[in-house]
């Protein structure tokens, strides 16, 4: 059924029954670790422990039924709970009492308002403009932040609040009084935990540790021993009512609901695209504001606290592999269940391994994977991720989520202001551009400088093309024309349209052509609102570069620099031209390794297969002749270790890889006798290159050549 195109239950309808297990088994997980988590994060909201159960039953079930993701949880989590127990002392209210019980059902409220108010406004496109660093920075900091704080409840403190310094000082107070068996207790469930969630994912190992639990807290003496358990709670469900706004100025909560509202909605829309991402569904993020307003209004009028997106939970879900918000319909559900008849049970749970339970889940949930590959590929993004990272856990979520963003946008600045571009030339015979860096075979037209710059232009890149043009003009004093192929520019600022007129006069004044080419129409338009309308009416801006080259009278083939023959070649000299070097092409400088590691699959291959064909071709059949005489030397030095394999006599498969190069090099000289002399003192180098690595097998090689010889 759809409202104001809004989905119910997206992730539910069309049930796959083959999920069921799974997610049933999965709800019930969550609700058992939901029953310390909510409760501590009540109290800390100022709330009896008590609430913290309440708000895990129908805010979740109405989250469950207006979601997109299919397996994020909906929860009375940390943030949320910090920020409202802190305006509470704020405003000189005990945790706990009658007042905290009237003023935190209309905070909440007035964060449900919020929440809508952002979802009419669109806000979840924000979301779009924070790079994936910044999501892990944030979802590890928020991790890490959690575990902090739950670390104390494992040597049989309470847990920690506030950031890292508070933290860490929470815990060393605790650490002066530490429970041993409490320690032990906690520390043996983290390890079981951890083994099982590598040697067998599948398995429930939570729920039989919480069971096992409930049994030794009956069987033996734990509160004797310093053991905590959770508090027993009365039975019963939340009591439905309207929040009295008379308990406290409207202009007061409206400021502290807006800061908890903009909390809920960066953290649980960032954790939850990062979960979308690494398992590859996409969420609406509207609708996903949406969900958090309605949740919210529902915990308000049961007198709960805000609520929030719980990392913990999902991570809890997607261990045990909940698939689907059914998960989370068994885990309301089943806690409404507890409420009513089984609160009793809550009193024999032993914190410790209930906390152990959590700090895995989290552990599974962190991102310093992410960080390792980000330091090796882009030390740019490394330190965006960590500044999201200290941020969250050094500052608070709001605070490092605005840290990530301010350095994803710089990052995006830097980037943009050093953009690809280069100058181009063509191939001797063939008609496209091409970077003059490509290849030694790309030469300049002469007396032209054509210029590609890839990026949008404005005021903090057009700088760079200014200084390479002129630049270029310093080294080439004949130059007649400068040709801008703006193919990668979509836009321009007014900066960036004053510099580009500024150098048309410039070049003007030095009896240089200046020609825009190559691109789309609608720069046209923003060229004219720009005050550079004269360049089009004056020829300057011309559809291809071709035409602005004709436009000079310089007509195909064009001249090159070094007077360089520029004959056009037959279609099948241009195919060759076009695949020479195409593996170094492919993988640059990387193109050594990369042979070795293709030589590797295949030699791999051919211990299954058997196929000898395929080993003396590679990967990549379609390879020119330079690179397939490359290919087969590489295979030249692997010949004892294919020999082995293969069971085949070295000597006579040297003789096979020998024949197949003769069988590339005469190929070569029948077809192009133009390339065969260059291919001959390329073999020269590649048998210097193997009598270096492998003089053996030079030694055999230069053998079977010499009786080769001898035959003929």
Partial sequence: MKLANITLAPTIRKYNKENLVHDVITGLIIMAVSIPISMGYAQIAGL???????????????????????????????????????????????????????????????????????????????????????????????????????????????????????LAEHIIKVARQINMPSLILGSVSLVILLVAKKLVPKFPMAVVLMVLGAVLTNMLPMTAWGIKTLDAVEPGLPKWS???????????????????????????????????????????????????AVGNMT????????????????????????????????????????????????????????????????????????????????????FIFAGAFVGVLFLGTINGVLIGIILSFSEMIIRSSKPARGFLGIQPGHRHFRDLNESSQIHAIKDVLIYRFSSNLFFAN??????????????????KAVILDASGIGSMDITAAERLGNLYASLKAQGVRFYITEHIAGLNEQMRKLGLGYLIREGCVRRTTHIALKDMGINRPYPLEDGVDNEERSASRKRVDNRVQEFVWAFGSNSEDEIEKQIARQIEQLKKSGDMEKLLHGSWSHMDAFDEDEWLEHLEEHLKEIVNISGKDERTLAARLEEHRQEV??????????LAQRFKERRHRLDEHLKERRPDVYELVISLRDNKKKEE
């Fill in 299 to 382: 915990a308000a009028f049961t007198g709960c606290c805000p609520i929030n997106g719980s990392v913990s939970r999902t991570a809890m879900g997607e261990q045990y592999q909940g698939k689907t918000q059914v998960m989370s319909i068994v885990a309301g559900l089943s806690m409404l269940i507890l409420l009513l008849c089984g609160t009793g049970f809550i009193g024999y749970l032993p914190i410790p391994v209930l906390t152990a339970i959590v700090i895995s889940a989290l552990l599974g949930a962190t991102e310093f994977h992410l960080a390792a590959k980000l330091w090796k590929v882009s030390r740019t993004e490394f």
């Fill in 462 to 479: 057009v700088q760079v093309l200014q200084q390479d043009i002129e630049d270029a003009l310093e080294q080439k004093k004949d130059t």
């Fill in 48 to 166: 009896p422990a008590v609430y913290g159960l309440y708000g895990s039953v129908f805010p979740i079930l109405l989250f469950a039924l207006f979601s997109t993701s299919p397996q994020f949880v909906f929860g009375v989590d940390a943030a949320p709970a910090a920020l409202v127990g802190s305006a509470l002392l704020g405003m000189n209210i005990e945790g706990g009492s009658k007042e905290a019980l009237a003023v935190v059902p209309v905070l909440t409220f007035f964060v449900a308002v919020w929440l809508f108010a952002f979802y009419l406004m669109h806000a979840g496109k924000l979301v779009n403009y924070i790079s994936e660093p910044v999501m892990g920075g944030f979802i590890t900091g928020i991790c890490t932040t959690i575990i902090l704080m739950q670390v104390p409840k494992l040597m049989g403190g309470s847990a920690g609040t506030g950031e890292f310094l508070e």
């Fill in 665 to 674: 090099h005469d190929r070569i000289a029948q077809e192009h006798p133009e």
């Fill in 242 to 292: 309207i929040p009295d706004f008379t308990v406290v100025p409207i202009r007061e909560v409206i400021t502290i609901s807006l800061s908890v509202a903009v909390v809920i909605m960066a953290e649980t829309l960032l954790a939850e695209n990062n979960f979308a991402q690494k398992n590859r569904y996409r969420i609406n993020d509207n609708q996903e504001i949406l969900a958090f």
